[in-house]
């Protein structure tokens, strides 16, 4: 039985390594993430927008199950049916789709908040769909929808250590690695947390200061 | 063997795993709503040193990551002299993870209750335990139940990664079909059409609560009346059906 004990020494020795994890691999895997989710989320909510109904509600079908479904399953699929991946481009490609599911609504309420008008008055100005989009809609629909990719992202930081479960070494993994090898767990799983807090902490009162922002200007 | 018979063979196995995943997720749902009801009142007292422990506790297991939580209580709580069964450790994990999340949506929706109703209450003299527990409360539960419906099937998908910490749930025993057969790409799809199945019937359940929860604040129709086969009854100030 070991005794709850804080070693400085520990902490110095573990935190380059835990560092190095998440510079390296959680933020990469979260930035990269993010921004297919952002674009494959678009893509998604303005297909959903032009295609026919019986099509519109397949594609609904295969959102909500890829929503409904836990993130590690996912993972665990892609990563051992498409065994030439690395675990960190499977990390990449489950978390841009899975989270592309959650942004896809949210930029479907904010087309959807664009009002009829808008859309009539570009009918009557005929112009192209691809121009409607470019230059009417995204534009007035996307303004709304920043702060929640930046939730999400902010979410999706705190589901990355879910990659545990294919092995890739990130943050958590790295610290759990380092207990396993030298039987001391104390500092480097208390210290991941540290890192956890000190990295999504400020970032959600930026984003709640931004949604303020945005929120007054309309 | 053919895969169906692989898959019947597996069954009993699969459903253990369905009960231990059902058994974490409503055991978490149980420990985060006695959480969330407590950090929630806390963080709107005015008094600023309970406000400030409740915040600080939302704060940190909101932003820490559960797998941390979890990995710390399973690595670290023995260190203390504190030897829990590993489904408990689960529970705990996802109880507080969750519970820091909903507290936030409890306090949201008892703040969103009308000023009037507080007001109304106040003039009538009752307690404060009183109007929160039979004015207030079931005005904000009404107006909660969604966001808790999100945070529940967030906690069963989460539910997934404690197979990581030796819990036989799921995700486990379908994973252990990928060691025993080489058929994984079907079994990963048996294994997400569960999760689905689960999450549907919890939001079905869940939505039925909100509608329970509305029609005792006297909007919209009893879940009797819902589910019936009768014609809905005319609105009382039309006559019209609605």
């Known amino acids: 039985m070991t005794e709850f004990e804080w070693n400085w020494a520990t902490v110095w020795d573990v935190l380059p390594t835990l560092l190095g994890a998440f510079f390296q691999v959680t933020l990469v895997v979260t930035v990269v993430s993010t921004a297919i989710a952002a674009v494959l989320g678009l893509i998604i909510a303005m297909l959903r927008r032009s295609v026919p109904k019986p099509v519109d509600a397949v594609i609904k079908f295969a959102v909500d199950f890829i929503r409904m479904t836990p993130i590690v399953v996912q993972l665990l699929l892609v990563y051992y049916t498409f065994t030439n991946l690395s675990a960190m481009v499977c990390g990449i490609i489950v978390f841009g789709i899975h989270y592309s599911t959650y942004m896809a ?3 479907r309420a904010g087309i959807d908040s664009v009002p009829a008008g808008q859309w009539e008055a570009t009918t009557a100005l005929s112009m192209s769909k691809g121009r409607t989009w470019r230059a009417v809609v995204i534009p007035q629909a996307l303004r709304a929808t920043v702060p929640a990719l930046g939730n999400y992202a902010i979410s999706m930081f705190k589901d990355t250590p ?24 104390t500092e480097p799983l208390t210290l991941v947390g540290i890192i956890f807090l000190a990295a999504s902490y400020p970032t959600a ?8 922002r945005l929120a007054f200007s309309y | 063997m053919t895969y169906f018979q692989e898959l019947a063979e597996a069954l009993p196995r699969i459903m253990n795993g369905v009960w231990v995943t059902l058994g974490l997720t409503l055991g978490g749902a149980a420990l985060a709503m006695i959480i969330a009801v407590t950090l929630g009142l806390m963080a709107r007292q005015p008094n600023t040193l309970i406000r400030g422990i409740a915040r600080a506790i939302i704060e940190f297991f909101r932003g820490t990551s559960l797998v941390v939580q979890l990995l710390w209580l399973y690595f670290i709580l023995p260190g203390l002299g504190i030897n829990l069964n590993v489904i408990f450790v689960g529970v705990m ?17 008892i703040n969103s209750v009308q000023s009037g109703q507080w007001e109304a209450s106040t003039a009538l003299s009752m307690s404060r335990v009183h109007r929160m527990r039979r004015i207030i409360f079931p005005q904000a539960w009404a107006l909660m139940i969604p966001s808790l419906t999100n945070l529940l099937i967030h906690m069963l998908k989460g539910s997934a990664v404690v197979s990581f910490i030796t819990i036989y749930d799921l995700t486990f025993r379908v994973d252990q079909l990928r060691l025993d057969t080489g058929t994984w790409f079907a079994y990963g799809l048996v294994g997400l059409g569960s999760y689905f199945i689960i999450a549907y ?37 039309t006559g019209v059906l609605p």
């Open chain 1, 105 to 107: 609504e949210v930029y």
């Open chain 1, 162 to 185: 879910f990659l545990i479960i294919i092995g890739l070494v990130e943050l958590v993994n790295a610290g759990r690695i380092y207990g396993a090898n030298t039987f001391n767990y």
């Open chain 1, 205 to 212: 009162l930026l984003v709640g200061r931004l949604e303020k």
């Open chain 2, 93 to 109: 994990a996802l109880g507080l993870n969750y519970g820091a999340y909903s507290a936030e949506v409890v306090r949201g929706s």
């Open chain 2, 201 to 237: 019937i919890l939001t079905l359940i869940m939505n039925m609560l909100e509608v329970r929860a509305k029609h005792r604040l006297g909007r919209g129709e009893s879940l009797r009346e819902m589910l019936s086969l009768k014609p809905a009854r005319p609105s009382a100030e």
